[in-house]
């Protein structure tokens, strides 16, 4: 499985953005998904992640509300849908995948095998 990450970009505080995480490879479908984000000087942080079945969805305190992630299995794609940005928000945001346990959405980023290459998302003030 390889992974592609898409869609960040610039926008201002209050505005919306779509990140894609497009999957090449059959097995896909059998990886739970992850974003995560990362600030200039600071760690990888655990945004938002689904399960492989697409049931079982977690999010980050900071984003609860505003971000969701969904799953289309038919374009084996994950998206993160980001509505009301926030200057603190502006990072590179990362998809990554990993067979997590069935049913549940893992959280540190050692746990995902799988890294997509990174977009930049800067909100503006």
């Known amino acids: 499985v390889q992974l592609q990450a898409s869609g960040g970009g610039l926008v201002q505080a209050g505005g919306s953005l779509r990140l894609s995480c497009a999957a090449s490879?059959?097995?896909?479908?059998?990886?739970?998904v992850g974003w995560f984000q990362q600030a200039p000087g600071k760690e990888r942080e655990f945004v938002a992640g689904?399960?492989?079945?697409?049931?079982?969805?977690h999010y980050a305190d900071s984003v609860k509300g505003r971000f969701t992630i969904s799953r289309d299995f038919a374009k084996n794609t994950v998206y993160l849908q980001m509505y009301s940005l926030k200057p603190e928000d502006t990072a590179v945001y990362y998809c990554?995948?990993?067979?997590?346990?069935?049913?549940?959405?893992?959280?540190?980023?050692?746990?995902?095998?799988?890294w997509g290459q990174g977009t930049q998302v800067t909100v503006s003030s």
């Open positions: 990554a995948a990993g067979l997590n346990p069935i049913g549940t959405v893992s959280i540190p980023p050692t746990e995902y095998d799988i």
């Open positions: 689904i399960s492989w079945s697409g049931v079982s969805t």
């Open positions: 490879g059959r097995s896909f479908s059998s990886y739970g």
